[in-house]
C-alpha cells in the first residue's frame, strides 16, 4: 500500500526558506499525481502544490512565485521549495500520492515565526 514518509519541517523566520522532502514506497511512484497540502490550527486542509506524472505542475495562489514543486522518479521523492516564508504559511504539510483515491504521509510541521 502507498506509504509517505515527509520530512524538512521546523522553525524558520519570516523571509526565510525550507525545503520538504517525500519519499514514497509500496507504490508505482512514477505513474501518480503528487501534492503538497497544508492545514493550519481551526482551518480545512488545503492544496498547496501538485506535480503531474508529466512533470505539470500546479500552485495555490497563495504559494505561487514563491514555492516550488519538484520529483525524482528514480529516488521516488517529491520535494517542496519554499522561500520567502509568511507567518501565513504556518501549517503542518502533507505529501500526497494522487490516482484514484488520495494517500497522505504524517506530515511536518512548518512553524514561520520570528
Known amino acids: 500500500q502507498v506509504h509517505l514518509v515527509e520530512s524538512g519541517g521546523g522553525l524558520v523566520q519570516p523571509g526565510g526558506s525550507l525545503r520538504l522532502s517525500c519519499i514514497g514506497s509500496?507504490?508505482?511512484?512514477?505513474?501518480?499525481?503528487m501534492a503538497w497540502y497544508r492545514q493550519a490550527p481551526g482551518q480545512e486542509r488545503e492544496f498547496v502544490a501538485g506535480?503531474?506524472?508529466?512533470?505539470?505542475?500546479y500552485y495555490a495562489p497563495a504559494v505561487k512565485g514563491r514555492f516550488t514543486i519538484s520529483r525524482d522518479n528514480a529516488q521516488n521523492a517529491v520535494w517542496l521549495q519554499m522561500d520567502s516564508l509568511k507567518s501565513d504559511d504556518t501549517a503542518v504539510y502533507y505529501c500526497?500520492?494522487?490516482?484514484?483515491?488520495?494517500?497522505y504521509g504524517q506530515g511536518t510541521q512548518v512553524t514561520v515565526s520570528s
Open positions: 506535480i503531474w506524472p508529466d512533470t505539470t505542475t
Open positions: 500526497a500520492a494522487v490516482r484514484s483515491v488520495t494517500d
Open positions: 509500496g507504490f508505482t511512484f512514477r505513474d501518480y499525481k
